[in-house]
């Protein structure tokens, strides 16, 4: 629920990061859902976001976009990589009418924190991508 005067998202984001900032169980609930089941990896990501206090800034982005979301992005030609891990949805129809994609992977394992959860899946597709457009 927006408040009145209330820049749109902004309600969403101050009580998302405020409740992955103030509430432990929270952060932890949150965070450990996107991520294959191990634990060390959990408890380092959820520290970063704890000790730095940077959870506000990770949701920025629900902000920032919330007014164009839906809105058709203008056509962009210039050569777009995706990578689609478990459970982060990808619909290259879609995608194709609004970039020019030019390499496309699907992947068995990792997830939303591909970095973290598959890097060197990741690794090797990001240098596979730039190859092929040299």
């Not at 380092?44 to 704890?50: D, G, P, T």
């Not at 879609?94 to 924190?113: C, T």
Request: hydrophobic share 40%.
């Amino acid at each position: 629920m927006e408040h009145r005067g209330e820049i749109p998202g902004a309600w969403f984001q101050r009580n998302l990061a405020g409740s992955l900032l103030s509430e432990s169980l929270a952060c932890i609930v949150t965070v450990c859902r996107c991520f294959q089941p191990e634990i060390r990896l959990k408890a380092r990501n959820v520290s970063i976001y704890w000790l730095t206090a940077t959870a506000g800034s990770s949701a920025r982005i629900y902000k920032e976009s919330s007014n164009n979301w839906g809105a058709p992005a203008p056509y962009s030609s210039v050569p777009t990589g995706v990578a689609v891990f478990p459970n982060d949805l990808s619909i290259r129809s879609m995608l194709e009418k609004q970039y020019n994609v030019v390499h496309w992977s699907e992947f068995d394992r990792g997830g939303h924190f591909a970095a973290l959860e598959a890097p060197d899946l990741l690794t090797d597709d990001i240098r596979l991508f730039f190859r092929e457009i040299r």
